[in-house]
């Protein structure tokens, strides 16, 4: 319960905001669900997230996740991959934005123990060569080899896919990835299948938001 916290702060300090960080003082009693807030100090605000619609949604993609999926629980491996996603959303320039969201979900699904398995065939487990092509297997949670995965539906992951998607997984944006729509799609999918009990509206929300993928010739 945080009465009058869109006005002021306590003590003069800056008004709480949506996915801002700061340090909470409560009045903490034992056996309740619900506590007061006295007081909340401001660190962090995030203006920068409010300026652009694909970083809000990004933005929303990660608290909407974590507060599906995460306990109640002192995590701080969690805590600092929701920092540095938001952080990252606010600093990408225009052209890494979808990036830069598609990693901070990502992030958070391999913090919460669900990292998808893409450095070995996930059904006969031998490493994937170089080049090599597979799909990825969503019921099975990772990447299957050409020869294990003649009878999978998911969409075929090149050498350049499997790299970009380990990338965004690590919360890597080293570089702008191809095909974000396509990306969206199979981090979509991995987490129906694993994580959430139903689909992320803000996922939704960013796959309209994105344009169409043009296949280069």
Known sequence: MAKGVRGRSGRGHTAIGTF???????????????????DFSCTRIREGL????????????????????????????LFEAIESGLDTLE???????????LSGVWRITRVLGFEPQLKTCIRCELQFIEDEVGRFDFPAGGIACLECSQNVDGPR????????ITQLVQGRIDDTIDHPKKH???LSQFLNYHVVSRPLKSLEFIQRLLPEDVEQQ
């Open 20 to 38: 801002a960080t700061g340090t909470v003082s409560l009045y903490l009693k034992n056996h309740r669900d619900l506590q007061t807030m006295k």
């Open 50 to 77: 409010a300026t652009d619609v694909l970083r809000f949604s990004g933005a929303s993609a990660v608290a909407e996740l974590v507060l599906m999926h995460a306990d109640q629980g002192c995590r701080p491996d």
């Open 91 to 101: 600093s990408a320039d225009s052209a890494q934005g979808p990036t830069a969201a």
């Open 157 to 164: 992951i090149g050498p350049g896919a499997r790299l970009q």
């Open 184 to 186: 969206l799609a199979v």
